[in-house]
């Protein structure tokens, strides 16, 4: 900005003028010349200096309002404060016309206007920056004048308030504020001349302020000097620094109005003059002198005029604050300017008033595109300026100073620094750049059907925008001048070639153009560049460094390089290639390597150069270089001339990020290998195919693998290669751990491959790779080492793993591994056999044995240990163990040693695995660990930190077994109930009250019968069958058909056979037992067992017991027993019973008995025929005899006896004549249960009904044998 | 597809901000180092837009800035692809809805030629992402990215149509 004239770019703002607070100190000499500043020349020490710092905090209160800036876009009312003398005078308005113009000797003219010819625009200057300066320097919109109000001194005042005033005293007051009103009535004339506002402050002690005569006074002084009423006399005393600016806050506040209206004022002036100009267009047409006479001094013309107005209309809109107004105004006078400029007539190129015009037009295009983006117009700013360089650029061809020529450059250049200068200092203030990020989704969306109530322009801004008119931070528009300023400097240089090759004319302003250092023109842009994308940048790429501000640095270290700081531009390349290099952008590395190399050829840094050339090398040739076998020859050249610094220790260069010069790929032909196997590998180094080496006299090459600690040097041997083509196999044998060495031809051709194979063994597991592989190259006293394989890959490439099967003709195979490079080498796996033998399926509640015989079929000796898990089971009531030896465990048994097992031993173990509960599946998981003694060669100290089972030679094997399951035994139960024998005790009998007393009455008996089945498919040696009685309160075993022989039943049961017993249980009820009450079996037969192997031994010894069934008697009520002889003889008289019972708990019975003789009955009968039994309470029990004959012989039924039981069925309605109604009767029969042949199932259990009197399982009452006499 | 435009060049990136492809589309073509720099530059405003926009938002990042006589455009791909086009800077306001057009069409064009099985043909399987195929199919050995390129910035206008 500093190249244009800083009055036509500055915010203007309202003019202050400050007179009377001249420092009293002031140096003589100054242009303001020290007055007295109050008529008090001798007062009070200490009020003085009250005074004094007031004046002074003035000063500087008042300084600070308004710096002069160009970016100021705030609208506090506050004013351009100038200090100035009392006596400071106005420039002169009007000076009369000289006689000697006649052309506009009506008026007079501003000494500033092109009419005067004393003016600097005399005759056709559009506006000067000197017109600027009168309106900001010395003319002010107000004048505030300062004035010590006169204090009379001390002994002139009263004593007390009560004491009259001195007479001396008001005369003298009288007297000074007379001299003061003067002077100020003086300035007054001044001021209203120009329609300047005057205010007068008058200082004044505070003890002043409450003097009474104080408002006298004043209204004496304004009346007397002739100020207005409003706004026009304060009065100010020493105060503190913060109300001194609340003071001068108001003091501006009070002013900025008659501040307005003197601008308004003389804008109206000039609109007139404007308007009386255009209607007088015609007249000033006539007298301008024709095109040929240039040289003729011409009036200014009307569209000067024109712009004249327009500007300073728009100067004086901009004093007032009204934005909006001073860019019509601009833009009035830039577009008429345009005009000007586009006719060679009127702004005729290269002359004084066309370069003034054009600083004007730049000025202007500034001040627009300052105004547009006070109001945030960001595009509206842009287009601005762009159009403004758009229209410039093509006047300027049509001036000869196209884009051919450095002053057009120079000029742009100024634009885009001016522009970018702009930005800088809004975004410093108030200035907000707009973010350019696509709208959202659903606002396109909804662009699709535009509201017709948006303008085009915003109807195109939903849509997208101009990237021309997207305002972007200041930066961009460094950079862009930067670029310019490049430009510039080329044409220049061009320029200058010319003109020393063919002496044509020198180019106007080569003169000028030749003093300028364009490069440090550049470099400060590019700085600014740098610096301002710094700050605006939000994100880093990690490094603290933005991809955008590494494009300028390499920009600046260009520069650095054109002027010759190549140390500088080194450091700038060193940074930047190192991002280039990881994002792998080799196409902007090359000419980066390339200046950063004659950088250091011209800094004589020959180990740079060379580890630059090598770099390169990696890179292949640049596009421009034709020639690929430049960059060898330079690196020939440079290591033949040059010695190094330190010639005895090699120049190490480090290519790890940057792109390797030989493709390199390692190789191996398995991926997994035990300790000691020798393992095939290849390594593969290819020339690339665009960059010549040949020359290059490589002397070792050094490959260093993981397991040799020294590497195996391949030294370059002259010999001629083994085969003709570019490929080669050098041969390298076993690689020994202490490294080795071979030799070989080590020249590349373009695009040759040289495939180093071997084999590598390791003894111990570990990880084989090629770590690392270094290229020595000797020449000169140079010894460099360059790095040949690393992990980096050639940009783009990816090669597939392959392998070298044959040299002539090369033929490769493909590797379809995915871990090619680098074998795992472990230890043998151990060779054991293990065999697990049953003989299943197991029976339950044995203890069944499995054997585990592993056999170590290696040739070392191994340590085994043995691991048993039994896996849970789900199977119900399932409680099973497992037992190794003595340890017994319901789940694992972990650590059984086997002990060392030599080579073709064979350990063996069994496993006894015991099972109770249901049949099924058993789980057990078999771990068998084994693993080397550790001595002899593998005892390496192992870090004891970290203990690595990988270093361990262990090895595991798993089993898992299923163990099927079965019964050894089967039963099957069969119960049957019958009534008790023993007669029911009476209700009142004592002995049911005993303890001890057992009463089977309602119970009965129970018979069960059981059978087992020898149900697996192996036989089984019973040892022991037998009833272990367990009687509780409600059963108690009887006897059992096991008593007697349980030691007699031993033999051996095949599968299938079968077994039988029987037993009689006696059961007790409880009187009030519910439906579903079972009693539990008072016993459980016992099964002394073995198992009958294959082999004719037999098992261990096991038990299985089978707990008796539960019982459930039936129930009763009234039952009829009757009680046969099963044999009688031939007219003896034998006697049948008949027992009747009631068992129901509450009911009473009322039985009568039927006997029913018929004719052909094979008895006579003695007895009761028919009749009623007496009444049966709860529990009791009646009987009856008959006395029978038998009179056949043979299988005789006896005569038919019927129970009947007689209840009254419930009592019917009482009838309505009240007679009782007839009682109803029903009979119920009563079977009768033959003693003989009772056999009652016991009650099902659901079934909750009482099983009726006898009914169901009752048979018929059997015959009785009678046999004869 | 819009009329003219003024595409310029477009360049591919790779998630890893390694170059895929970059193209000069302009006739005749000018520098291709300098799309190189504005490919890699923006990287710069991409990343920083990438960071300010909510998860899941639209591929399309839309103007990136004007640098060098060209307006840069950005793409990401869901799979972080970094599709960057440049237009010729003239006083136009170019719709987005065209810019995202041209960048689907790229996307395609870029999304088919990965997709060709054979990248992979010469690749070890251990490769530890696809990013090396990717890098691949820019390559100059395999055509079909760049002819597809091409027939985008065709259907552009950039480029004259060849049977015409």
Request: negative net charge.
């Amino acid at each position: 900005m500093n190249s244009y004239p800083p009055e036509l770019l500055a915010q203007l703002a309202p003019v202050m003028f400050v007179a009377g607070l001249d420092a009293p100190d002031a140096v003589p000499g100054t242009p303001v010349a020290p007055t007295p500043s109050t008529p008090s020349s001798t007062p009070l020490r200490v009020a003085q200096d009250h005074f004094l710092v007031l004046t002074q905090r003035l000063r500087e209160v008042l300084a600070a309002q308004r710096k002069p800036a160009i970016w100021q876009p705030d609208k506090a009312k506050t004013f351009q404060v100038v200090l100035v003398d009392k006596e400071v005078r106005f420039p002169p308005r009007k000076v009369p016309p000289p006689s000697d113009q006649p052309q506009a000797a009506a008026s007079p003219h501003s000494p500033l206007s092109p009419l005067t010819p004393t003016s600097p625009l005399y005759p056709d200057g559009l506006i000067a920056p000197i017109w600027v300066r009168k309106h900001t320097a010395l003319l002010p919109s107000v004048f505030v004048l300062f004035i010590r109000l006169f204090e009379a001194p001390p002994h002139l005042l009263p004593r007390s308030p009560l004491d009259p005033p001195h007479p001396d005293r008001e005369n003298e007051e009288r007297r000074k504020d007379a001299e003061m009103s003067a002077e100020i009535a003086l300035r007054k004339k001044t001021t209203n001349e120009r329609g300047i506002k005057l205010t007068v402050v008058l200082i004044a002690s505070r003890k002043m302020l409450d003097d009474p005569a104080l408002d006298t006074r004043l209204t004496f002084i304004r009346r007397q000097s002739g100020l207005d009423y409003r706004a026009a006399l304060f009065v100010l005393s020493p105060v503190s620094p913060s109300e001194l600016s609340e003071f001068v806050k108001s003091l501006q506040q009070a002013l900025y109005e008659p501040a307005v209206e003197y601008y308004t004022s003389h804008s109206k002036r000039v609109r007139r003059k404007r308007n009386r100009h255009a209607q007088a267009t015609s007249a000033y047409m006539g007298p301008i002198s024709p095109l040929g006479s240039s040289s003729i001094a011409r009036p200014l013309r009307p569209e000067g005029w024109t712009v004249r107005y327009e500007y300073k209309m728009a100067c004086f809109a901009e004093f007032r604050g009204e934005d909006e107004v001073a860019l019509k105004h601009y833009q009035d006078a830039y577009s008429t300017l345009l005009v000007m400029f586009g006719s060679t007539a009127i702004l005729p190129p290269r002359t004084k008033r066309w370069a003034e015009a054009k600083v004007l037009a730049d000025c202007i295009n500034i001040k627009i595109c300052k105004l547009y983006l006070y109001n945030n117009e960001h595009s509206l700013a842009l287009s601005q300026h762009t159009i403004h360089i758009r229209r410039f650029s093509d006047f300027s061809r049509g001036w000869g100073i196209g884009d051919e020529t450095f002053e057009y450059w120079s000029w742009i250049a100024r634009q885009y620094r001016v522009f970018g200068e702009l930005l800088e200092q809004g975004t410093r203030s108030t200035l907000k750049l707009p973010v350019h990020a696509p709208a959202r989704a659903p606002d396109l969306a909804a662009s699709a059907t535009l509201p017709t109530g948006l303008s085009e322009l915003d109807a195109m801004r939903v849509l997208g925008l101009n990237p021309a008119s997207a305002l972007q931070h200041p930066g961009f528009y460094y950079y862009m001048a930067a670029g310019a300023t490049e430009k510039r400097r080329e044409r220049f240089l061009g320029t200058l070639e010319v003109i020393d090759l063919k002496n044509i004319p020198v180019p106007p302003g080569f003169g000028n153009e030749k003093k300028v250092d364009h490069l440090a023109i550049v470099l400060e842009l590019y700085t600014k560049s740098y610096e301002l994308f710094k700050t605006h940048s939000v994100v880093s790429n990690g490094q603290g460094q933005g991809r955008l501000t590494l494009r300028i640095a390499y920009r600046i270290a260009q520069t650095y390089y054109a002027s010759g700081k190549f140390d500088m531009a080194v450091r700038f390349f060193e940074r930047i290639a190192r991002t280039y290099r990881r994002e792998k952008w080799g196409v902007m590395l090359k000419p980066l390597l390339a200046t950063w190399y004659a950088c250091a050829q011209q800094l004589g840094d020959v180990e740079l150069s060379v580890r630059l050339l090598v770099e390169m090398l990696g890179h292949g040739p640049t596009d421009d270089a034709d020639d690929d076998g430049a960059m060898q020859e330079d690196l020939l050249a440079v290591l033949k001339s040059t010695v190094p610094s330190k010639p005895d220790e090699p120049l190490m260069v480090d290519l790890s990020e940057s792109e390797p010069i030989f493709d390199s790929s390692i190789v191996f032909w398995k991926s997994e290998a035990s300790v000691n196997e020798r393992v095939a590998f290849q390594v593969t180094l290819t020339a690339p195919r665009s960059v010549e080496l040949s020359a290059l006299s490589f002397a070792s090459l050094a490959l260093y693998f993981s397991t040799t600690e020294q590497p195996v040097i391949i030294r370059h041997s002259t010999e001629p290669p083994s085969s003709a083509g570019t490929t080669q196999k050098v041969d390298l044998g076993e690689i020994a751990p202490g490294g080795g060495d071979a030799s070989a031809n080590l020249r590349w051709e373009k695009g040759a491959m040289i495939i180093f194979t071997g084999t590598l063994s390791s003894a111990m597991p570990t990880t084989l790779s090629v770590v690392r592989g270094a290229l020595t190259l000797k020449e000169g006293n140079w010894t460099i080492e360059i790095p040949v394989i690393s992990s980096a890959q050639r940009e783009g490439d990816i090669a597939a793993p392959r392998w070298l099967t044959s040299v002539d003709p090369v033929r490769f195979i493909p590797l379809h591994r995915t871990n090619y490079s680098e074998v795992a080498v472990g230890h043998r796996p151990h060779q054991l056999h293990v065999d697990v033998s049953h003989q299943g399926p197991a029976y339950l509640d044995e203890e069944y044995p499995i054997n585990i015989a592993i056999t170590n079929s290696d040739d070392r000796q191994l340590d085994l240990d043995l691991d048993v898990l039994l896996q849970p089971t789900e199977i119900d009531e399932a409680i099973n163990d497992i037992r190794i030896d003595d340890e017994r465990s319901s789940s694992l048994i972990k650590g059984v040693s086997l002990g060392t097992v030599a080579p073709g031993v064979t350990a063996v173990k069994t496993l006894y695995l015991r099972n109770t509960g249901a049949p099924g599946d058993r789980i057990l998981d078999i771990s068998i660990q084994s693993h080397a003694p550790s001595d002899g060669v593998s005892d390496e100290p192992s870090s004891p930190s970290s203990p690595s089972s990988h270093l361990a030679d262990t090895s595991e094997l798993l089993r898992t077994l299923a163990i099927p399951t079965v019964d050894a035994i089967k039963t099957v139960y069969d119960v049957n109930y019958v009534h008790t024998k023993n007669p029911l005790p009476g209700l009142t009998d004592l002995r049911t009250y005993d303890s001890g007393y057992w009463d089977d009455g309602q119970g009965g008996e129970a018979v069960i019968k059981v059978k087992f089945e020898c149900a697996g498919p192996w036989g089984l040696s019973v040892e022991k069958v037998r009833l272990v009685r367990k009687n509780g309160p409600h059963a108690k075993v009887i006897d059992c058909s096991l008593d007697e022989d349980e030691d007699e039943v031993a033999s051996e049961w095949l599968s299938g056979d079968e077994f039988a017993a029987v037993c009689r249980v006696s059961i007790s009820t409880e009187d009030d037992a519910e439906d579903d009450d079972a009693i539990a079996g008072p016993g459980e037969y016992e099964l002394t067992w073995r198992r009958i192997l294959a082999n004719g031994d037999h098992g261990p010894l096991s038990t299985t017991r089978f707990p008796l069934p539960l019982l459930q008697p039936p129930r009763h009520t009234l039952v009829a027993l009757l009680s046969l002889p099963a044999s009688a003889k031939l007219h003896v008289p034998m006697h049948a019973k008949l027992t009747v019972r009631n068992h129901h708990p509450t009911r009473t019975a009322t039985l009568s008995v039927l006997l029913e003789p018929d004719g052909n009955d094979a008895f006579l009968v003695a007895g009761l025929r028919s009749g009623r039994v007496p009444t049966l309470l709860p529990g009791a029990e009646a009987q009856l005899v008959w006395t029978l004959v038998p009179v056949e012989c043979g299988f005789v039924r006896i005569p038919r006896i019927r129970v009947l039981d007689k209840r009254r069925v419930a009592p019917a309605p009482v009838a309505a004549d009240g007679s009782p109604a007839p009682v109803d009767e029903e009979e119920m029969e009563i079977a009768i249960i033959d003693v003989r042949r009772e056999k009652l199932p016991g009650r099902s259990k659901t079934g909750g009904e009482e099983l009726a009197d006898g009914a169901g399982a009752v048979g018929p009452i059997g015959p009785v044998l009678v046999l004869p006499r | 597809m819009p009329a003219q435009l003024g595409l310029a060049a477009v360049a591919f990136v790779s998630p890893q901000n390694y170059p895929i492809l970059i193209r000069a589309l302009s006739s005749p073509s000018d520098d291709l180092l300098k799309y190189h720099y504005l490919a890699h530059t923006s990287l710069d405003v991409i990343d920083e837009r990438i960071a300010a926009a909510p998860k899941n938002a639209e591929s399309y990042l839309g103007f990136l800035y004007a640098m060098e006589e060209v307006a840069v455009y950005g793409y990401v791909t869901p799979l972080k692809v970094k599709i960057v086009v440049a237009f010729a800077l003239t006083d136009a306001v170019i719709r987005d809805a065209d810019v995202i057009a041209v960048f689907k069409a790229f996307h395609l064009a870029y999304y088919r030629s990965v997709a060709n099985p054979f990248l992979k043909l010469h690749v070890p399987l251990d490769t530890p992402s696809e990013h090396g195929t990717l890098l691949l199919a820019g390559s100059a050995q395999w055509r079909g990215f760049r002819r597809r390129v091409d027939e985008v910035a065709r259907a552009a206008g950039a480029l004259p149509v060849v049977n015409a």
